[in-house]
């Protein structure tokens, strides 16, 4: 499933270099697509996944290379949205980060408890922690980018649409989607737990804990 999903991104991510509307910024968007998507190639058979992971992944990488066809506040998706909704603002970039924190902690949980074995308190904590830092860290980026280096770029690439407080809306709705896929998670492997108990298989309950997340 890896392999094929690789192979429909090359192709997406193709149509949305030819057809993009700022190209400058576009290749801005993709420079930490290109970097994450070295790291997950390069470490594969190291780091194999679940196949659930990776369709997180997946999906998550379809909505920001997206996003970077038209840029973020341009989005027609949005705008749709905002017709919808009669909101002030397209919103795309705000389901952006949120999806960055509600499709890329349950990977990342499933890395440390099942590849790493971490401790199953690490498992559940790290995720999160991890999600609010590096939406710090990308808000600093965005900063270095539209105030230093491409102040050319810098309100396309932002996106903040005249609200002040952009950056810390979107790091708080990153950590968001991480709490939630993490509780939906937990719960998830509540509702296990009781099967295992309905079927009468009590003796197994200990061990249910071993079963890769992926099953859910």
Request: hydrophobic share 50%; with cysteine; charged share 15%.
């Amino acid at each position: 499933m890896p392999k094929l999903f690789f192979c429909i991104f090359l192709g997406i991510w193709a149509w949305t270099l030819a057809d993009t509307s700022d190209l400058y910024n576009w290749f801005l968007e993709n420079t930490l697509t290109i970097l994450f998507g070295a790291i997950l190639i390069f470490t594969f058979r190291k780091y194999r996944l679940s196949d659930l992971s990776y369709t997180f992944i997946f999906a998550y990488i379809l909505l920001h290379i997206y996003g970077a066809k038209y840029t973020y506040a341009e989005n027609p998706f949005g705008f749709w949205l905002q017709d919808m909704l009669n909101t002030s603002r397209n919103h795309y970039d705000r389901i952006v980060h949120f999806s960055f924190g509600f499709m890329l902690a349950y990977p990342m949980r499933d890395l440390f408890k099942n590849t790493f074995q971490f401790p199953d308190k690490y498992c559940w904590l790290l995720p999160a922690e991890i999600t609010l830092s590096f939406s710090a860290m990308y808000e600093l980026i965005e900063w270095a980018v539209a105030d230093v280096f491409f102040p050319a770029q810098g309100i396309a690439y932002l996106g903040t649409q005249g609200d002040i407080w952009d950056a810390q809306k979107d790091m708080a709705l990153a950590f968001s989607g991480a709490v939630l896929i993490l509780l939906i998670t937990f719960g998830g492997q509540k509702m296990r737990k009781n099967m295992f108990k309905t079927t009468s298989l009590g003796e197994n309950i200990d061990k249910a804990d071993d079963v890769p997340d992926a099953v859910l």
